[in-house]
């Protein structure tokens, strides 16, 4: 009987602390910020965009001067980066002609505020277009949303509110958190009601049948974080809704975090038609 116990309050404990700390397990904010956009010779302007109980620091990365009408990315990272890990990929983008609007979600890097979750998240990036649109005049007719794995899910939410935006690219990223569960930690769902459990959900599939702008899906071959399959599915899932400006572009041997060098020349080749094909 006292056997039976423990292994009953042992279970409720891992319930609970799944239930009290997920956003832990999938947000993992790092604070330090080394890198800026001058280390690499690129002007900007360095902003505090306020949200609720917290300001999202951002870097305004203007296109070079002889660029008319260039476009706009929204740029939204990944769970474990911040600001400064992704210089090289502003300087990429401002090199092809596109200014910047990158940020850190609340918690990460100079972003102050409460611990990330889902809905702050939408928060930030959407504080973001608010500034570009409202603030800077910017059309949103030039605007292209970006994101890198979760920040692919908080792009595409961004891109689902606001149809209007150019087009919305989508590297490495996934179809929802509860398909990631079944990925990560295929025993799981086996012994803890997760569909009950799940407060994180990020379920860009089913999103993906609502998105009206065009759209490009980047996933390596070689994924062992976030499975090009899901990528597949989000493609499927885009058609299946209509959407029929939409591209999938596969690079093979490439893995979570290396498309940039993998890819090469197609990559940004992909990259460039997208957005050029989108704003001009």
Not at 72 to 94: T, Y
Not at 120 to 134: G, S
Not at 225 to 242: D, F, K, N
Request: one cysteine or more; a negative charge.
């Amino acid at each position: 009987m006292l056997v039976l116990l423990a292994i009953l309050c042992a279970y409720l404990l891992a319930y609970l602390g799944l239930w009290r700390f997920q956003t832990k397990l999938i947000f993992l904010p790092r604070k330090s910020v080394g890198s800026t956009p001058s280390d690499v010779g690129l002007p900007y302007e360095d902003l505090r965009l306020s949200v609720k109980n917290g300001e999202v620091h951002s870097w305004w990365i203007p296109a070079p001067t002889a660029v008319a009408n260039s476009p706009v990315v929204i740029f939204a990272h990944g769970n474990a980066s911040n600001l400064s890990d992704l210089v090289f990929r502003f300087q990429q983008f401002h090199d092809w002609g596109c200014s910047v609007m990158a940020f850190d979600y609340r918690g990460y890097g100079e972003s102050s505020g409460p611990f990330p979750n889902e809905q702050r998240v939408y928060e930030d990036i959407e504080a973001a277009w608010q500034y570009l649109t409202m603030q800077r005049q910017i059309e949103a007719s030039k605007i292209v949303a970006y994101g890198q794995s979760i920040g692919g899910a908080i792009a595409l939410n961004l891109a689902v509110d606001h149809p209007e935006a150019a087009g919305l690219i989508m590297e490495s990223s996934f179809t929802s958190m509860r398909d990631m569960v079944d990925y990560r930690f295929p025993l799981l769902p086996k012994v803890i009601p997760i569909d009950w459990l799940l407060t994180q959900r990020f379920d860009s599939v089913q999103k993906m049948r609502s998105l009206q702008v065009p759209l490009l899906l980047i996933h390596g071959t070689d994924d062992d974080i976030v499975p090009v399959s899901m990528s597949q599915r989000l493609h499927e899932a885009a058609i299946s809704g209509g959407n029929t400006a939409t591209r999938l572009f596969l690079i093979d041997g490439g893995d979570h975090n290396s498309l940039p060098t993998a890819g090469g020349d197609a990559y940004a080749k992909s990259i460039q038609a997208f957005i050029g094909l989108q704003s001009n």
